[in-house]
């Protein structure tokens, strides 16, 4: 198989996996915002297929969601999604994928520069996710980020533990498969 139809082939699955994970979600009663897997979907993609074809795939998820597909949040989807209370989270996430792919693309040997990518992404997702929930719930900045972040912390920090074990191994299965290279600028 030559190395674009790999490329393409694998980004396409990295896209697959997020459809599965994205719908997988816990409600939480006090807030519009459920517990999900999209984030370790966008982690493992960036991971295994680096930060572009990484954010490419959470794009493709994105779409698909946007016309309707069932890949949201409880196993939603369409435009409304977007526009409702979680829909600035999902547009954070194209840069949760840019920001954590950078990191992950350069230091994915090292778990904790990883790490600091993978939080430092979810932190801008944060914020366009309580912007975007305060104007859609008229609530004050305040507020949104006491329903729509601070209960996931926690949550979001022990995904990124998993991942920062479970990358690195990942990539080394895929490098040794012959199925992607080491990236040139990786330290």
């Not at 599965?20 to 519009?32: C, D, E, T, Y």
């Not at 459920?34 to 959470?58: D, E, H, K, N, Q």
């Not at 194209?94 to 993978?118: E, H, K, Y």
């Not at 912390?153 to 012959?178: Q, T």
Request: with cysteine.
């Amino acid at each position: 198989m030559n190395t674009k139809t790999k490329e393409l082939t694998l980004t396409a699955l990295m896209a697959a996996i997020i459809c599965v994970l994205g719908p997988l979600s816990v409600p939480l009663p006090f807030s519009p915002v459920p517990i999900s897997l999209t984030m370790i979907g966008i982690y493992l993609a960036v991971y295994a297929v680096g930060m572009w074809r990484g954010t490419i795939a959470f794009l493709v998820y994105l779409l698909l969601g946007l016309v309707g597909l069932p890949v949201f949040s409880g196993f939603t989807g369409g435009p409304a999604k977007l526009l409702g209370p979680t829909g600035g989270y999902l547009i954070g996430f194209i840069f949760t994928a840019l920001i954590s792919g950078f990191f992950i693309d350069r230091f994915w040997r090292n778990r904790l520069l990883s790490a600091a990518g993978m939080i430092l992404g979810i932190a801008v997702a944060y914020v366009f996710g309580t912007v975007w929930l305060a104007y859609v719930a008229g609530m004050t900045f305040g507020q949104a980020l006491a329903a729509g972040v601070i209960p996931y912390v926690g949550f979001d920090l022990v995904k990124i533990v998993v991942l920062m074990i479970v990358g690195p191994e990942l990539k080394k299965v895929l490098i040794r498969a012959n199925l992607v290279t080491v990236p040139e600028h990786a330290a």
